[in-house]
């Protein structure tokens, strides 16, 4: 099904071109090859006997896309007009990874994103999301679309396996107001993974939302999302979440909500069923058209059928500053997710998060940027040895870019990550560098 998912996406973009003349249309297609050399110190997080090696990898790629190439750059422009009531963005690419010293290692990656959309109407539109990815990363970098620039799962592989991941999201959404929406989205999530401790796993959930303004100052959300998961070794999970949300606005910069969330979450037998509360307020805020905040904050409490509840503080907070050649963003969250269709599964996770990313443009056709970023975990429902599991995580890097010509682009990244555990074979720390040259037709 997720390769027809592609197949039809490729074969959909003739209609939408077809207008064009024959010469213009390979103007929307766009081919390139990548060449990565990669250091990484350890490529197993291990604490012990650690294994460090040097990467080649050569991936070439096809990108697709309705919207016209920027001149400068050559590249195509992601932001849609108003008048576009259809568009379609492709990259697809393999790659085959090569270890200099672990050739056992050595396999191919594979990585895609599919967005298109069609407004039926000027209220009515339809969009499908789809990302593919293979790759034996011990962390999975997080594609979701709420997660930030560079942010991976907690989850981790404890070596070197190959997993494939395929997302699928169709949805529609109405617009029956300037402000008011209704819209459905499905999520259909497959894992796999060739492992003995790690499993595979399938997700299809279901989330509906409406907004609506009374007036001009006062409005409501409400919220219902259905989730079915089917695990390989582990209890099935049926889950639902509902939220209300009640919001002021006292003007078009300044809005002030409060909002009351709850999930039910019940698994076959033997595992433990249990329940999310978690009321909040927030304030959104833009200061000006180049710097605006969200902040949330409240309280949650998780219930289980058996054992102990787990409270404590929610919040998030968010703050964007956008200037003329550099953009900064601090992100601070805190409370609790959910790890589940990864490879470990561990459920629900008291966790904490924050990140500070600067980006800046040094010339027309080169950036540089920083990130730091920390994070604590705990899993309640993983004791091991007797302990509850506790990671701290840590993260700073930085990065280049520089087109030499319209056609050849060269990129550095370097990056240090530790992980500080109360357990002592989930300690690691790495240091990885990437030299990577782009050449596009």
């Given amino acids: 099904m997720d390769f027809m998912v592609w197949l039809i996406a490729f074969f959909g973009i003739i209609p939408s071109i077809a207008c064009a003349e024959f010469k213009d249309i390979f103007l929307h297609f766009q081919p390139y090859i990548t ?53 379609m963005d492709l990259d697809f690419r393999a790659g085959v990874h090569f270890y200099a010293k672990e050739h056992e290692e050595n396999y191919t990656s594979l990585h895609g994103t599919l967005n298109a959309w069609y407004a039926l109407t000027q209220r009515l539109q339809f969009r499908v999301r789809d990302y593919l990815i293979r790759s034996d990363e011990i962390r999975e970098p997080d594609y979701s679309s709420t997660a930030s620039e560079g942010q991976y799962l907690i989850s981790r592989t404890d070596k070197r396996t190959p997993y494939i991941r395929n997302v699928f999201e169709p949805s529609v959404q109405y617009q029956f107001g300037r402000d008011n929406l209704f819209s459905i989205n499905y999520r259909n999530n497959i894992y796999r993974i060739n492992s003995r401790t790690a499993a ?64 039910w979450r019940d698994f076959d037998s033997p595992s433990t069923d249990y329940l999310v509360y978690r009321p909040s307020i927030g304030i959104e805020h833009a200061f000006s058209p180049l710097l605006s905040t969200r902040v949330q904050a409240g309280y949650y409490a998780a219930d289980p059928k058996r054992g102990s509840t787990v409270d404590g503080p929610f919040f998030d907070l968010l703050l964007t500053q956008r200037a003329q050649r550099t953009t900064y963003t601090v992100s601070l969250q805190g409370g609790y997710t959910e790890d589940y269709f990864t ?99």
């Fill in 200 to 263: 595979d796993s399938t997700e299809n959930s279901i989330n509906s939302r409406m907004i609506y303004w009374f007036n001009i100052r006062n409005g409501v959300s409400f919220e219902y999302g259905l989730t079915l998961g089917n695990f390989e070794d582990s209890p099935d999970l049926i889950g639902h979440m509902a939220m209300v949300r009640y919001t002021y606005r006292f003007n078009p910069r300044t809005s002030m909500f409060g909002e009351y969330t709850q999930m």
């Fill in 343 to 441: 490879a470990d599964n561990q459920g629900f996770t008291q966790y904490y998060r924050t990140t500070a990313r600067i980006t800046h443009q040094l010339l027309q056709r080169m950036s540089v940027g920083l990130l730091g970023s920390y994070e604590w975990a705990k899993y309640p429902g993983s004791e091991t040895v007797g302990r509850t599991p506790k990671d701290q995580i840590w993260v700073v890097g930085g990065n280049a870019s520089y087109q030499i010509w319209r056609w050849l682009t060269i990129s550095l990244d370097a990056s240090h990550r530790e992980n500080h555990s109360n357990i002592s074979n989930r300690d690691y720390s790495e240091y990885r560098g990437v030299l990577k040259v782009t050449a596009t037709y």
């Fill in 35 to 87: 060449l990565e050399e990669e250091y990484n110190s350890n490529i197993d997080l291990a604490p012990k006997n650690k294994r460090n090696d040097y990467i080649t990898t050569v991936s070439p790629g096809l990108k697709f896309s309705t919207a016209p190439r920027s001149p400068v750059t050559g590249q195509f422009k992601q932001v849609p007009t108003a008048e576009d009531r259809y568009g």
